[in-house]
């Protein structure tokens, strides 16, 4: 994963010095996002003056779908530079377009993003509910489990919280799309958490959050909360079949 990432970043840079001498300020902004959200993975210097770099072109270009991806590539390297307002504040200005665009991807992955950033835990728990019942209309598995790693983390109860975190895991499994080590270790320490909370159960939990998300759920059944576990909490909806 550490080598993809960095294979990626040698390309962004060989297309971000190539857009810019054709001078194509759309592309130089893609690039520059893309770059700058690699490095960040990689936990190489100079990711956030990059995205800075990115939002600014956008803006200026009035590329608004650039300057939205800007922004949530400028969030997720604030979010890792330990900075969570400056985070927040990114992909509130991001969640705000694709909410005017009706973009059920643009806004399950913002809504993710936002809620591990938002100070208040009852609307980061609405925040990453809402991501995962976005990114079931998508019908793609790995924006389920980024809705789902979201919702994982800011659940406080940890049933939901562990079958959250196991459906996620065994989407990811199945699409084929692990996640870079940056982004693992909160839910890593999340899982050592929940191991605190439940004990020998969180195995059990965790294998049926696996299987709720791995099967097509009936329309009024959550899978995180099998067997009618808080039915109080909103219903997520099916999962689309492996």
């Not at 489990?145 to 979201?150: F, Q, S, V």
Request: cysteine-free.
């Amino acid at each position: 994963m550490e080598g993809d990432l960095r294979s990626a970043a040698r390309t962004h840079e060989r297309a971000l010095d190539l857009a810019r001498r054709v001078q194509a300020p759309e592309w130089e902004t893609s690039q520059l996002t893309r770059l700058g959200s690699v490095l960040a993975l990689t936990g190489r210097d100079g990711a956030l003056p990059i995205l800075e770099s990115a939002v600014a072109l956008a803006a200026a270009t009035g590329s608004d779908a650039g300057l939205a991806l800007a922004l949530n590539g400028l969030g997720l390297a604030s979010t890792l530079a330990g900075d969570p307002e400056r985070a927040a504040d990114a992909h509130r200005r991001a969640l705000a377009w694709y909410e005017t665009q009706r973009s059920l991807a643009g806004v399950s992955y913002t809504s993710g993003r936002l809620a591990g950033s938002s100070p208040d835990p009852d609307a980061a728990l609405a925040l990453a509910t809402a991501s995962v019942a976005l990114a079931v209309r998508t019908g793609d598995p790995r924006a389920i489990a980024h809705g789902l790693e979201a919702l994982a983390l800011v659940e406080e109860d940890p049933v939901r919280s562990a079958r959250a975190l196991g459906g996620a895991w065994a989407l990811r499994r199945r699409a084929e799309a692990p996640l870079p080590a940056p982004l693992r270790e909160p839910l890593v320490r999340r899982r050592h958490e929940l191991d605190d909370l439940l004990g020998d159960a969180l195995p059990r939990e965790v294998q049926q959050g696996a299987l709720g998300a791995l099967r097509r759920s009936a329309p009024d059944q959550d899978p995180v909360s099998a067997e009618g576990h808080r039915r109080d909490r909103p219903v997520l909806g099916p999962f689309p079949r492996p």
